[in-house]
């Protein structure tokens, strides 16, 4: 049986979810994107720069039939956000958004009273909801009671790439909530990624990590490859950490015994 | 009339509709969302809507994003 998930009514089989900012170019970004299988793809709302043609052209460049995913990047009231949600529909004509209301500018940690506020409002206006937040369970908790279809808590800040930062909030909102768990920032190489589906997020959500890599296509791949192998090893069951060795060849049966 | 247009005012003749706006400004109406004060104007009422003097429209698109 295919190893699938869902966001609302949309069904996955890529757990890799990828952005579509600060690549060098729209050709390198639409090979990365390619190469990182990913089914569902992150794309920011912003006024049209009227002063040159062609401003609008950033679809062009995505391949048919991946699913976007529009965010509400850089809003700091959950007012901003809902506008900006509406815009976002309007544009794509689909029902996701990820949520994001900010509360601070040199970190970008979430603002959670207003994310839990605009994802009330959201949810009840139809959208299918999937909040960028902080690696807390009690918001996390609070944002599944919103009907937030997942949540989404960080791993370390957006674009820092520190990686998974704490490991134990993030198995403890696994605990907690019975929506999906996405990782969602922090991520800066294959590792952080594979470690992230082996503590039992059900995706994870990257673009720095990809975008700013000396190559982002061979890290789109690589980290395509590591969201597997993390989910698999997930799958397959780890083994208990010892103290001690446990050998893996027989101690009997030794020459000159 | 003066509306103010993704932040600057802008002079459009009185009784401009969204369509005309979006032609005026050879935007493709598909790629764009329009909102008109703090409210989307959803892409079938483009025709209909007619700005008034004073209106604050946005004109967005998407661009690259995480």
Not at chain 1, 186 to 189: D, E, F, K, L, Q
């Given at each position: 049986m295919a190893d699938t998930w869902s966001l609302g009514k949309h069904t996955f089989t890529s757990r890799l979810l990828v952005g579509?900012?600060?690549?060098?170019?729209f050709p390198t970004m639409q090979r990365a994107l390619i190469a990182s299988g990913a089914e569902v793809v992150t794309v920011a709302v912003r006024r049209l720069?009227?002063?040159?043609?062609?401003?609008?052209?950033?679809l062009e460049w995505i391949p048919k039939g991946m699913t976007l995913l529009p965010n509400t990047a850089a809003c700091f009231t959950a007012d901003e956000a809902i506008r900006t949600a509406r815009l976002g529909r309007e544009l794509?004509?689909?029902?996701?958004v990820k949520l994001e209301v900010i509360?601070?500018?040199?970190?970008?940690?979430?603002d959670v009273e207003g994310l839990v506020q605009a994802a009330r409002v959201l949810v009840k206006e139809g959208f299918t909801v999937l909040p960028y937040t902080n690696d807390d369970p009690v918001t996390a908790k609070k944002l599944e009671d919103a009907g937030c279809a997942a949540v989404m808590p960080l791993g370390?800040?957006?674009?820092?790439?520190?990686?998974?930062?704490?490991p134990y909030n993030l198995r403890i909102i696994m605990e907690t909530v019975k929506v999906p768990v996405l990782v969602d920032a922090?991520?800066?190489?294959a590792s952080d990624a594979a470690l992230a589906m082996e503590l039992g997020a059900v995706a994870v959500l990257m673009n720095t990590a990809i975008a700013e890599a000396k190559e982002p296509v061979l890290m789109a791949e690589a980290m395509r490859d590591a969201v597997a192998a993390g989910r698999k090893a997930l799958l397959a069951g780890r083994i208990p950490m010892k103290l001690h060795a446990s050998a893996s060849s027989p101690m009997t049966g030794l020459i000159g015994s | 009339m003066q509306v103010k247009l993704n932040g600057e005012i802008r002079e459009v003749p009185e009784g401009t509709t969204v369509a005309a706006l979006l032609a005026q400004l050879g935007v493709k109406a598909q790629r764009v969302a329009v909102e008109v004060n703090e409210a989307v104007v959803t892409k079938d009422r483009y025709d209909a809507h007619a700005l008034r003097g004073g209106d604050a429209v946005e004109i967005v698109a998407f661009v690259g994003g995480g």
């Open positions: 579509t900012g600060k690549y060098e170019s720069d009227l002063s040159k043609t062609g401003a609008e052209s950033l794509e004509m689909g029902d996701l509360g601070d500018k040199r970190t970008l940690f979430p370390a800040p957006i674009g820092s790439g520190l990686g998974i930062r704490n922090g991520v800066g190489t | -």
